[in-house]
């Protein structure tokens, strides 16, 4: 269990958001392909966000150690190490198969060790709240006609509301992408 917010924003976009987590102490890590395995990389300035990678976690040091564990030489942080992480990333267009996916923030509620509740740093979870913010201003909540993935409903419309930057806004109502 935990909080989230799905959203359609875009790289430049994404950047606001990952700058106000390092404001607010984060170390933002991204996954890496390196030797043929993937790698945890942590940077605590925005060059550690690259166009090409559309998933981060921001590790906020003061809630608590990340604990990085390595699975046949591919790397992801631990799962007590999870309450000290928030899940972000941004949207990337397929404009071959006219598509937009989202992404989102997404913070746990807390986990169970050894039958015992173990809930989230209040620390982190100003910081969640605090990002939501920054992505509720970029990509305002609106009402958009759109196509949806789900073959079953193929060629029809609905009408939804989605945090949407107005640069994807644009994309889905003049060249009518579908949203996924």
């Known amino acids: 269990m935990g909080k989230q917010i799905n959203y359609y924003m875009g790289y430049k976009d ?7 987590a390092l404001d607010n102490g984060a170390v933002i890590y991204r996954h ?11 940077g605590t300035s925005l060059e550690i966000v690259k166009e090409d990678t559309v998933f981060y976690y921001f590790h906020f040091p003061t809630s608590g150690e990340l604990i990085i564990e390595d699975h046949y030489g591919n790397q992801h942080p631990s ?4 309450l000290h992480l928030i899940e972000a ?5 397929n404009h071959e198969n006219r598509l937009l ?3 989102r923030l ?10 015992i509740w173990i809930p989230r740093s209040e ?9 939501v913010r920054i992505v509720k201003r970029i990509a305002p909540y609106t009402e958009i006609e759109h196509y949806v993935v789900n073959e079953m409903y193929k060629g029809e419309k609905y009408i939804t509301k989605e945090y949407i930057t107005p640069e994807f806004f644009i994309l889905v109502k003049n060249n009518d992408y579908t949203l996924g």
């Open 32 to 42: 890496e392909r390196r030797n043929g395995k993937m790698q945890m990389i942590g």
């Open 89 to 93: 990333g941004f949207s990337r267009p």
């Open 14 to 20: 994404f950047l606001s958001v990952a700058q106000t």
């Open 106 to 115: 997404y913070l746990i509620t807390g986990r169970y060790e050894n039958g």
């Open 101 to 103: 996916r989202s992404n």
């Open 79 to 82: 799962h007590s190490s999870a």
């Open 123 to 131: 620390n982190i979870g100003k910081c969640y709240s605090k990002l």
